[in-house]
């Protein structure tokens, strides 16, 4: 397998949640605790970025009229590229928990999943949710410090769930309306000082799972057994996504969040933008089909 790149040195704080745009040919992601929305156009090596209100943990395009739902601290947004305006949606969770949405995907349904965590990172306060065509949020599972890599097989039957802490993967039934059913192990993480983070499906339903504190990602089979490791120059790789033309190249976000003085200078590259060829495609990049004000 060729070498990951670092196609945008930014230096992200806690870079997260890329997604690809085959309209625009062009990477989003956010850094969370920058408050940044980035954009990254591999054709030209143009780069955008755009402030976000309070933290924002994901971006998720919206098919009625363009732009993004996006996760923040303080809520559900929309949010429109053309103006860099938020405008807020509702509400996810009391603000007493001290929670916030973490990471997200779209199924092919048009149906947003996301997860909430707690933002200290110390209470099993966080909650995987569902947001239903008429707006509403349906929870699908709890008891979670930090939720992370939803994710859907390529045929819509099975939905992968991280609990990050835990070190472990959930699979799940996903039933034609939505429900989730069958919740069983699909992976464990055996590796010292490295946890899951992220994680997409590719074409073949292989689910590419990056790894906080791991220097890279691995690729595991619908078995759950692990068929490659990628390693990037950077201790924590956050999330992976499939972009280009063909659906062949995968981005990474990294984070230089947690990381002491001494690391960063060994990992100057931490908190970049990472692309790496690959031979396998992914899955296009669907979009939210909800009815928003």
């Not at 230096?11 to 040919?25: N, R, V, Y």
């Not at 980035?38 to 955008?48: C, I, L, N, Q, Y």
């Not at 739902?69 to 929309?78: P, T, Y």
């Not at 099975?158 to 959930?170: A, G």
Request: charged share 20%.
């Amino acid at each position: 397998m060729p070498e990951p790149t670092c196609v945008w040195d930014l230096k992200a704080t806690l870079g997260e949640g890329p997604i690809w745009s085959a309209e625009e040919q062009a990477v989003w992601f956010v850094d969370i605790k920058g408050h940044k929305v980035h954009r990254f156009h591999p054709a030209s090596g143009e780069t955008k970025s755009f402030d976000a209100p309070d933290q924002v943990t994901f971006l998720a395009p919206h098919a009625g009229g363009g732009g993004f739902v996006a996760g923040l601290k303080s809520g559900l947004h929309r949010f429109d590229p053309t103006t860099g305006a938020f405008v807020f949606l509702a509400r996810i969770e009391p603000p007493e928990l001290n929670n916030r949405p973490n990471d997200a995907t779209v199924d092919a349904e048009g149906r947003l999943w996301f997860g909430t965590m707690h933002d200290g990172e110390e209470t099993p306060t966080g909650a995987l949710y569902r947001l239903s065509a008429d707006g509403r949020l349906v929870q699908q599972d709890e008891g979670v410090c930090i939720t992370n890599g939803p994710c859907v097989s390529p045929d819509g039957k099975t939905f992968y769930h991280t609990d990050t802490l835990e070190k472990v993967i959930w699979a799940y039934d996903l039933g034609a309306d939505g429900a989730l059913s069958n919740k069983r192990l699909f992976f464990k993480l055996e590796i010292a000082d490295a946890w899951p983070d992220g994680s997409v499906v590719d074409s073949e339903g292989f689910v590419w799972t990056a790894l906080w504190g791991g220097h890279g990602a691995l690729r595991i089979s619908p078995r759950g057994e692990v068929v490659d490791r990628i390693i990037l120059p950077a201790v924590n790789v956050t999330k992976p996504c499939f972009g280009g033309p063909d659906l062949k190249t995968v981005y990474f976000t990294t984070a230089r969040k947690g990381l002491s003085d001494e690391q960063l200078a060994a990992n100057p590259l931490c908190g970049g933008l990472f692309a790496l060829p690959v031979a396998v495609a992914g899955q296009p990049q669907y979009e939210v089909r909800l009815d928003l004000p």
